[in-house]
C-alpha cells in the first residue's frame, strides 16, 4: 500500500483492496473506467485474475465505488494525524479542512474522478451516488464533532453535500497555484453549511444539493468535453 492508504485491521481484504484500486487509477487516466484499465492495474500490483474476481466480484464498477470509500478513509486519516491541531479548529475551519483533505488525497487522480463523475452522468447511478455521497458528508459532519439525530443531521448534510460538489467541480479545472480558486470557492460557499438560521429555506433546497453532483458531472461532460470512462 502507499502512503496514503490508512491502515486497516488484519484478517480482511480491505488491504488489498485498497492497493489494487491504487494501481488500476493510473491507467483510467488513459483508458477509462474499463476492464483493460483494471487489468493493466492488476498487473502493476501483482495480482492475479482470480484475485481480482475476488476482491470484486462486480468487476470495474465496483472498483470504481471504492474509490469512494478509500477516499474517505483516507480524508479521515489525514484529519486524524492533525491531532490538536484539528481538534481546536472551530466548526467552520473543520468542515473547510475536511473539504480540502478529501480534495487533497484525490489530486493525484483526478482525471479518474473526472471520468467517473462524467460515467456516472451518463448512467441510472444515481441512487448509488447519494449513497456514497451521503457517506462522505457525514464523515465529514462527524469528524469535525457533529452527533445531531434531529433535523439538523438532514439540513447540515445536504447543504454539506451541495457544497462539496460544486467545490469538486471547481477542483477539477483549477489549475491556479496551490489550489488558491479552489480555497476561494470553498470559503465563499462554506458559509452556506454553518447558516443554521436558515434551516428551513435550506431544507426545501435539499433535493437540488443532493442532485448537484450528478447534474454538475452532466455539465461537466457536455459543456467541457471531459472523455466518457
Do not use: C
Request: hydrophobic residues 45%; charged residues 30%.
Amino acid at each position: 500500500m502507499t502512503d496514503s492508504t490508512p491502515d486497516q485491521p488484519l484478517g480482511d481484504q480491505t488491504g488489498e483492496r485498497d492497493a489494487l484500486l491504487l494501481a488500476v487509477l493510473p491507467h483510467v487516466a488513459f483508458d477509462g473506467w474499463t476492464r483493460q484499465a483494471l487489468r493493466l492495474g492488476a498487473e502493476d500490483a501483482g495480482f492475479g485474475l482470480d484475485e481480482v474476481a475476488i476482491l470484486f466480484p462486480g468487476g470495474i464498477a465496483e472498483l470504481s465505488d471504492h474509490l469512494y470509500d478509500w477516499a474517505d478513509r483516507a480524508m479521515l486519516a489525514r484529519l486524524a494525524e492533525a491531532g490538536e491541531a484539528f481538534a481546536s479548529l472551530r466548526v467552520r475551519e473543520k468542515i473547510a479542512q475536511a473539504v480540502t483533505a478529501r480534495l487533497d488525497v484525490l489530486a493525484p487522480y483526478r482525471d479518474a474522478v473526472r471520468r467517473d463523475l462524467s460515467r456516472r452522468a451518463l448512467r441510472p447511478l444515481s441512487r448509488r451516488g447519494l449513497r456514497q455521497l451521503h457517506r462522505t458528508v457525514d464523515a465529514m459532519w462527524r469528524a469535525a464533532g457533529d452527533r445531531s439525530t434531529d433535523l439538523n443531521y438532514y439540513s447540515k448534510r445536504g447543504l454539506l453535500a451541495g457544497v462539496y460538489a460544486s467545490t469538486l467541480l471547481v477542483w477539477l479545472d483549477d489549475r491556479s497555484e496551490g489550489q488558491e480558486i479552489t480555497h476561494a470557492f470553498l470559503e465563499r460557499r462554506i458559509g452556506e453549511v454553518l447558516a443554521f438560521g436558515r434551516q428551513i429555506s435550506g431544507l426545501k433546497r435539499l433535493g437540488d444539493l443532493a442532485e448537484a453532483p450528478f447534474r454538475l458531472a452532466a455539465r461537466l461532460r457536455e459543456g467541457r468535453g471531459a472523455a466518457a470512462g
